[in-house]
């Protein structure tokens, strides 16, 4: 009967902390990209609860339903995230004492230009809705689950009330008992055919 053959005995680690053994698992850009993520999540979660409001200024106390959002426990205020970002946010105090919180100019214009990005990017988000809703089961989708994406497709803040109803020969919004759905109306054949299945049929025409 033929020997075991051992295993290779692992490293020694004897003598080194978790930290120095760590940084050989650790790939520093990934966590300076996810922690920088982290702060321009919150402040997105603010800027789009401004947007929502009539002349993008709120009373300052408004905002403080964000604050499981923004990970601020007491007696850290969601004044004080915002007066972190002057060039972003504007505080103000009016004439009864009560304090506004509202964008700056600076974040208007950029605003503006995220939605003149977005209308212009809106046919492609279609497609790529369209495509999800495809593969979905039912040809159907929550909207709140496509909201839960929605930067990641392109998609404005009020896509749920209009831009939903800009591609009709693509979806439609339809109300269920479990809540709103968005729905396939029309199967797009080319839609159907991956990247990878795209490239193979170019590859073997041109084997051809």
Same mark, same amino acid.
């Given at each position: 009967? @033929?020997?075991?053959?051992? *295993?290779p005995?692992?490293? +020694?680690?004897? #003598?080194r902390?978790?930290?120095?053994?760590? &940084?050989?698992?650790?790939?520093h850009?990934?966590?300076?990209? %996810?922690?920088?993520?982290?702060?321009?999540?919150?402040?997105?979660?603010?800027?789009?609860?401004? &947007?929502?409001? /009539? /002349?993008?200024?709120?009373?300052?106390?408004?905002?403080?339903i964000?604050r499981?959002?923004?990970?601020? !426990?007491?007696p850290?205020?969601v *004044?004080?995230?915002?007066?972190?970002?002057?060039?972003?946010?504007? !505080?103000?105090?009016?004439?009864r004492?009560? +304090?506004?919180? #509202?964008?700056?100019?600076?974040?208007?214009?950029? !605003? /503006? $230009? /995220?939605a003149?990005?977005?209308? $212009?990017?809106? @046919?492609?988000?279609?497609?790529y809705?369209?495509?999800?809703?495809?593969?979905?089961?039912?040809?159907?989708?929550?909207?709140?689950?496509?909201?839960?994406?929605?930067?990641?497709? #392109?998609?404005?803040?009020?896509?749920? %009330?209009?831009?939903?109803?800009m591609? @009709?020969?693509?979806?439609?919004l !339809?109300?269920?008992?479990?809540? $709103?759905?968005?729905?396939?109306?029309?199967?797009?054949?080319?839609?159907?055919?991956? $990247?990878?299945? &795209?490239?193979? *049929?170019?590859? %073997?025409?041109?084997?051809?």
């Open positions: 009967m @033929p020997m075991p053959v051992p *295993a005995a692992r490293g +020694m680690t004897r #003598g902390s978790v930290k120095d053994r760590s &940084k050989k698992k650790r790939v850009a990934l966590e300076v990209a %996810t922690e920088r993520w982290k702060v321009l999540s919150k402040v997105l979660a603010v800027v789009d609860a401004l &947007k929502k409001e /009539e /002349e993008h200024v709120t009373p300052l106390k408004r905002l403080e964000l499981p959002q923004l990970g601020l !426990v007491k850290h205020k *004044a004080h995230f915002v007066r972190r970002s002057p060039h972003l946010f504007e !505080v103000c105090r009016d004439s004492g009560v +304090m506004w919180a #509202g964008l700056s100019p600076q974040a208007e214009a950029l !605003v /503006e $230009e /995220e003149r990005l977005l209308e $212009e990017h809106s @046919p492609v988000a279609a497609q809705v369209t495509r999800m809703l495809m593969m979905s089961v039912d040809r159907r989708l929550p909207v709140d689950k496509i909201a839960h994406f929605r930067r990641d497709m #392109g998609l404005p803040h009020d896509f749920r %009330t209009r831009w939903v109803h591609f @009709p020969e693509h979806f439609r !339809v109300r269920l008992e479990y809540g $709103e759905y968005l729905e396939l109306v029309s199967w797009n054949p080319s839609w159907a055919v991956t $990247e990878l299945e &795209k490239k193979a *049929a170019v590859s %073997t025409g041109h084997a051809n």
